[in-house]
Nanobody
């Protein structure tokens, strides 16, 4: 069973930066797509970004494009989400997820494995 563990969340002031990490228990980055999602209290889950399983193509939600960057390190078997220019509306629990199909999608329903999440709070 593939396991994903997120880390790097915390409290940051508006305009600040955080880098989230998603460590995977198996070496599947060549095949699985990895997505980042977030859910704020009282709101539906939102797809934030995704990196494909077959190349380094990434896609981003309009709400984060230009501020967030997703990357992966094959040696460390870890995926990252660099978040810059953070806003209070970015406050949420952030999850990473893996899709065996490998395709690009911000729709969470197709993802097979999920982490436990890490809290990001943007507040002054």
């Amino acid at each position: 069973q593939l396991q994903l563990v997120e880390s790097g969340g915390g409290l940051v002031q508006p305009g600040g930066s955080l880098r989230l990490s998603c460590a995977l228990s198996q070496f599947i980055l060549d095949y699985y797509a990895i997505g980042w999602f977030r859910q704020a209290p009282g709101k539906e889950r939102e797809g934030v970004s995704c990196i494909g399983g077959h190349d380094d193509t990434t896609i981003y939600a309009a709400s984060v494009k230009g501020r967030f960057t997703m990357s992966r390190d094959y040696d460390k078997n870890t995926v990252y989400l660099q978040m810059n220019s953070l806003k209070p509306e970015d406050t949420a629990v952030y999850y990473c997820a893996a899709d065996a199909g490998g395709g690009l999608s911000l729709g969470g329903d197709i993802y097979d494995f999920w982490g436990q999440g890490t809290q990001v709070t943007v507040s002054s």
